[in-house]
């Protein structure tokens, strides 16, 4: 995080950041939330939604207004069930594979939303930035993910047959 204060501090001053910060958050740590969570959503999205949504209902953290709605329990439920539907699709040979795959078309927009609605609509700017890094950073998470998963798959003898 330390390089992006850096990074900016190097901006000439007659650049116009908008003010991103949040509460006692700087801009660097806003940005940072939404850089992680769209690292978070490439991995498990569902997982990531709700962890979000819970901490802000249990008052952990400050939700910026567009992660409010994770907060209810309709999205609570959804992403917990979905959350849990994932943790046992990962343990089935053949549908673990069909996961990640009908998967990566969801996380990677997932992780660029995500990244985005820190920033919100007031900076509009600063959001269309953040979902492209977004989208970047949840797809290399994503591709990490199923290239270890996919190794240690193979390694253990369990192979969808699929052969390249």
């Not at 994932?86 to 040979?93: G, R, S, T």
């Not at 609509?121 to 949840?138: I, K, P, Q, T």
Request: hydrophobic share 55%; with cysteine; charged share 10%.
């Amino acid at each position: 995080m330390s390089f992006l204060i850096e990074l900016t501090s190097q901006l000439p001053s007659n650049i116009d950041l908008p003010d991103i910060s949040m509460g006692s958050m700087s801009q660097a740590h806003v940005f940072a939330i939404g850089v992680l969570l769209a690292w978070l959503a490439g991995i498990r999205v569902y997982l990531t939604v709700f962890g979000v949504g819970l901490a802000g209902l249990l008052g952990w953290i400050e939700l910026p207004p567009a992660l409010v709605p994770a907060q209810s329990w309709w999205v609570l439920g959804t992403s917990g069930a979905l959350a849990v539907a994932e943790f046992f699709a990962d343990k089935i040979p053949g549908l673990d594979s069909l996961w990640d795959m009908v998967h990566t078309a969801i996380r990677i927009p997932a992780g660029a939303a995500l990244a985005a609605s820190v920033f919100g609509a007031d900076h509009a700017v600063m959001a269309v930035v953040a979902a492209l890094l977004g989208g970047g950073f949840a797809a290399t998470a994503h591709a990490a993910s199923a290239a270890t998963t996919s190794g240690s798959a193979e390694s253990a003898g369990c192979s969808s047959g699929v052969r390249a």
